[in-house]
């Protein structure tokens, strides 16, 4: 039988299914990939020996373009960063974070805040727009009313896309409201703690009939940010401008003099929740520095 190339949709189990143009072909990984320790991952491009019509081998993966621990995939192009105005309340420095780590690992961030049937109109607009403001698509959206779905798929098409956020905050009814044949579990929010209970568990791309793939994945809210402490600002976009004018080359915006950032937050040009993002996960990185210097 011949060989065929696909893309890796769904892993399971030491099963890989691998869509192509032939349809999906259920795979074992048997390649000489496995030499150099490359465990194939859902979204690979992989380069198939078919046994039979419905069933090959996976020889070979081809290089990837970006590859993420969590959720473990690779060639993805874009990440929905997904969380509720409300129920569980926003966090904006853990948005923030996801924001850093999708930059870092070349994938474009979309903004999406769900659940704007709830409250707090004018806080989404806000929130809307300094995001838009610094150049990344940002979107309200309610699964329950349908608002703002129909400029998610726009961002969503012909794209692979995966939805990360916390759990509970609306990802897999997003994506059953996106395509009536998907049918993904949604959990009840438990309302003494506020949030949501992993309803999601598996990893798989879904493919959209516009064109595209979407990639569901469970809530998380441990993130870690693995770089240098002087390279944090950098990604923070809405820093650059400003930063070549800080008296020090190397400043990092906390506290010291001459500070063309700190002077851009305090005239209210660079948004301020933003910048104490910043600072947090500074704080966060250094600590991970000086964890990694003792050990
Ligand atoms: N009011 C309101 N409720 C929503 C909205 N979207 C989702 N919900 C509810 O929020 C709860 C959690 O939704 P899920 O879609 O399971 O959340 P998830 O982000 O996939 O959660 P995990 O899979 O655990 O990561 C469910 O009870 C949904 O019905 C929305 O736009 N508005
Ligand atoms: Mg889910
Ligand atoms: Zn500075």
Do not use: W
Request: glycine share 8%; net charge positive.
């Amino acid at each position: 039988m011949e060989r065929i190339q696909g893309r890796i949709v769904r892993g399971i189990a030491g099963f890989y299914y691998v869509a192509t143009e032939r349809g999906i072909i259920e795979c074992r990984a048997r390649g000489k990939f496995r030499k150099d320790n490359i465990i194939p991952l859902v979204g690979d491009i992989a380069e198939v020996q078919l046994v039979n019509e419905k069933e090959g081998y996976i020889l070979e993966i081809l290089p990837r373009k970006n590859q993420l621990v969590r959720p473990p995939v690779a060639n993805v192009d874009q990440a929905i960063i997904v969380f509720a105005i409300s129920k569980p309340e926003i966090n904006r420095v853990l948005l923030d974070k996801m924001i850093v780590v999708a930059e870092i690992n070349k994938i474009e961030p979309v903004v999406c805040i769900n659940k704007v049937d709830m409250e707090k109109r004018e806080e989404v607009e806000n929130l809307i727009n300094v995001y838009r403001k610094i150049g990344y698509k940002a979107v309200g959206t309610s699964a329950v009313t349908g608002e703002g779905m129909e400029e998610l798929k726009s961002y969503l098409k012909d794209k692979i896309s995966f939805f990360a956020g916390p759990s509970g905050v609306g990802k897999s009814s997003l994506i059953n409201l996106i395509q009536s044949n998907i049918r993904l579990k949604t959990g009840e929010l438990s309302e003494k703690l506020g949030r949501g209970r992993h309803t999601t568990r598996s990893v798989e791309f879904l493919p959209l009939d516009f064109g595209g793939y979407v990639l569901d994945t469970p809530g998380f809210t441990a993130l870690e940010i693995d770089i240098p402490k002087k390279e944090l600002r950098n990604y923070f976009r809405e820093f650059i401008e400003f930063q070549e004018n800080c008296r020090f080359n190397s400043c990092l915006h906390v506290n010291e003099p001459d500070c063309a950032v700190t002077e851009a937050v305090d005239e209210g040009i660079i948004d301020r929740q933003r910048y104490i993002s910043y600072l947090t996960l500074l704080r966060e990185v250094k600590e991970k520095e000086k964890r990694r210097y003792k050990n």
